[in-house]
């Protein structure tokens, strides 16, 4: 306990400056670390959605009342085709997520962390293969070395999962490929007479989409299809910029740093003068001088640590997917930052404590 008063004492001896040293310097480190972590997790996930977003896509809505009446590609077109964002129930996770179902298959673009696409043949013969990302690997079980995942109660055979270690953008993405549901799948999706309308989408990187509906599925399944969009990627360049916006945040935080080290400097500048004119020598100056601003900024650290630690389970639903784990990236940068703000206000003051005569010192204070 007498420590923590003693502690307690040389952070907050001026109360004013103390507390907005403490509080400057908890923003600045929040800022930094919330800013900058959860922009970059934006900026990578764009840059992969935009990276593995085909050059060529159509979506459109198919009315069907029976699976067997969903349209259908030869062999000889170079494209996906896909039932997209259908709401299925999850036996694993107990919930019902968004997933896609491919009935064409030919040149898939997802990332994929491990494993491989499944191609028809392993369709076929292997136990209902499944794409999943890396947030569902926990509900997977294992069975003869092989993971394994419920949908309906059916068991899927995981070949290959998505992901990224920059972003959450596909970690909870799931593809099941039409030609290897499950018995219950498949009957859950004929008794739902709510989902008889079906999103759909053809991609490629090869063939214009639009030639294809066009040509192709218009033709041949006019009677259940409705509106229809197509686009064209013509660039993969992200939006944003990450140098300029770390730039950004970094100078908010040198900003911060630098104001309040002027205030707590000017505060701690007359108390030190004092301490030479009792006697105390330069280096017992600087000693009490660096004592004080350690004590503020491990009391900042505590108080950073304590608001992340608040902010990240109030917020734990929302801010899972940010990544918001410990990164050097971030820290080391910010160090810099701080010690160049610290070094820049503090230079002058100090040089000229040390050099000012006793008697000076007297005839100021």
Known sequence: MKYI?????????YKLSGFSMVACLSLSMLA???????????????????????QYTTTFNCMAKELSELPSLPENINCN??????????????????????LHSKNENWPLVSGYYPNK??????????????????YTYEENGNRYYDIFDDKYKVVGVFGSKNSVAYDYYIVLYADSLGEKTKKMMEENEFMSSYNMILESNTEDTDVIFQSYIKNNYAASISAHESYFNASAAPIYNEKEFC???????????????????????HEMQVCKAFGYSNRKVILRLLRSFGCMMLFSLIVFSICCSTINFILKDSLKEYHLEFSWN???????????????????????L????????LHEG
Not at 252 to 269: D, E, G, H, N
């Open 5 to 13: 008063k003693k502690f307690l004492k040389e952070c907050f001896r």
């Open 32 to 54: 930094a670390y919330y800013g900058i972590t959860i922009f970059n997790n934006l900026y990578y996930e764009h840059k992969e959605q935009t990276e593995y977003q085909y």
């Open 81 to 102: 085709l896909k039932i997209t964002n259908y709401e299925m129930y999850l036996s694993d996770t107990n919930t019902t997520n968004l997933v896609h179902i491919a």
């Open 121 to 138: 043949k392993e369709r076929n013969e292997t136990e209902n293969p499944i794409l999943i990302g890396q947030a569902f690997l926990e």
């Open 247 to 269: 730039i950004i945040i970094y100078l908010f935080c040198f900003i911060c740093i630098a104001i309040i080290m002027k205030f707590w400097m000017v505060q701690r500048s």
């Open 330 to 352: 971030i820290l080391i940068p910010y160090f810099a930052v701080f010690f160049i703000a610290v070094l820049v206000v503090s230079i002058k003051p100090v040089y000229v």
């Open 354 to 361: 040390i050099t000012k005569s006793i008697a000076s010192s």
